[in-house]
């Protein structure tokens, strides 16, 4: 009798066992496990699941003049203490970046990129040029090997134009796009491309009644908490109801010049607005620089494990989100 009742519990443990083991077996411990590639399906992004996905990470400074953070210690930080689903790599075109020294500054992006995916987190690729008509000759050759390297890996999201300047969507900017899409599409026939909008990327009304056809093309809206209120929501959502699917690639906390006050409760009302609207979305800058958007203080480390006393006052607030976005996420 003892005997057979020893069997019993012996059997019921390794049944539990079991149980807990398929249980962590199923439950995903990244972004990508859990998304994997992702597709535009009308306003929203949606994972191969067929989940609405909703990221948010950082973007990382200007390559190349806070370079220094483009490191695998870096991304590596920001995924597991941050908690970021994705990171902005944002790649200096010119102001002595790969308009210049192309190998230098593709170096560091490959880098980001690499880190990311050892991750499993996604990365958006960012042509950081507020001109990149400019550069369309840079910009198509710089996509068309990202692609090529890069296009089979479902991280990789290209933002082909940062923040273009008051010009037109028409003439100047949806041509660009369209030139550099053809070019990424020849070797990455699926991956997210996130299009720039006149005037620093607000001007996505405009781009809504005059579209770039293909699959899975998002556009960018960019704010800062500080300068840009209602009437820039109000204009985000005339692109929403025509259709468009809006990433926010650069955010901050502050005003438009990366610099001022801290805008706590409107940074928190532009959140909620774009968890309503299931917007992805990146925060300006991990950076050491002397502003205020800037998340880390001066000389703050550069392979990450940085403690309280290194984060600013943004980036203790945007860190926050962050981990209530992943809870959120990964349903803890
Ligand atoms: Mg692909």
């Known amino acids: 009798m003892l005997c057979n009742f020893g069997r019993t519990k012996l059997l019921l443990f390794f049944i539990f066992c079991f149980s807990l083991s398929s249980a962590f077996a199923d439950s995903p411990r990244t972004p990508i496990e859990k998304f994997g590639n992702l597709n535009?399906?009308?306003?929203?992004?949606?994972?191969?699941?067929?989940?609405?996905?909703?990221?948010?990470g950082m973007s990382l400074f200007?390559?190349?003049?806070?370079?220094?953070?483009?490191?695998?210690?870096?991304?590596?930080?920001?995924?597991?203490?941050w908690k970021c689903s994705v990171v902005r790599a944002a790649m200096a075109v010119n102001h002595?970046?790969?308009?210049?020294?192309?190998?230098?500054?593709?170096?560091?992006?490959?880098?980001?990129?690499?880190?990311?995916i050892e991750q499993g987190i996604y990365v958006i690729v960012d042509f950081h040029e507020h001109a990149a008509e400019n550069f369309l000759e840079e910009a198509?050759?710089?996509?068309?090997?990202?692609?090529?390297?890069?296009?089979?890996y479902p991280n990789i999201i290209y933002e082909i134009y940062n923040e273009p300047l008051k010009v037109s969507w028409k003439d100047t900017i949806k041509p660009y796009c369209e030139a550099v899409i053809a070019v990424i599409r020849e070797h990455d026939p699926d991956n997210i491309i996130i299009c720039?909008?006149?005037?620093?990327?607000q001007n996505v009304d405009e781009a809504s009644l005059d579209p770039i056809d293909g699959k899975n093309i998002a556009y960018?809206?960019?704010?800062?908490?500080?300068?840009?209120?209602?009437?820039?929501?109000?204009?985000?959502?005339?692109?929403?109801?025509?259709?468009?699917?809006?990433?926010?690639?650069?955010?901050?906390?502050?005003?438009?010049?990366?610099?001022?006050?801290?805008?706590?409760d409107e940074t928190r009302m532009w959140w909620d607005w774009m968890d309503k609207h299931h917007i992805s979305h990146c925060n300006w800058?991990?950076?050491?620089?002397?502003?205020?958007?800037?998340?880390?203080?001066?000389?703050?480390?550069?392979?990450?494990?940085?403690?309280?006393?290194?984060?600013?006052?943004?980036?203790?607030?945007?860190?926050?989100?962050?981990l209530r976005k992943h809870r959120e996420m990964i349903g803890e």
């Open 40 to 56: 535009v399906s009308g306003n929203y992004i949606i994972g191969e699941n067929g989940d609405t996905v909703q990221l948010a």
């Open 285 to 322: 800058s991990v950076a050491d620089k002397e502003e205020s958007s800037a998340a880390l203080v001066k000389g703050a480390p550069i392979r990450g494990k940085w403690k309280e006393h290194h984060i600013k006052p943004s980036g203790k607030m945007v860190k926050e989100e962050l």
């Open 196 to 201: 720039g909008t006149s005037n620093w990327s």
């Open 96 to 116: 002595h970046g790969y308009a210049s020294r192309p190998e230098k500054e593709l170096k560091k992006i490959e880098r980001v990129i690499d880190a990311c």
């Open 220 to 264: 960018t809206l960019h704010f800062y908490a500080g300068t840009h209120k209602e009437w820039l929501i109000e204009k985000a959502e005339v692109a929403i109801e025509n259709g468009l699917c809006l990433f926010v690639t650069e955010y901050g906390t502050t005003d438009a010049n990366g610099d001022g006050p801290v805008y706590a």
């Open 62 to 81: 200007w390559s190349q003049w806070i370079g220094k953070y483009y490191n695998k210690h870096c991304i590596e930080w920001l995924a597991s203490d």
């Open 140 to 152: 198509k050759t710089f996509f068309s090997h990202i692609a090529r390297k890069y296009g089979s």
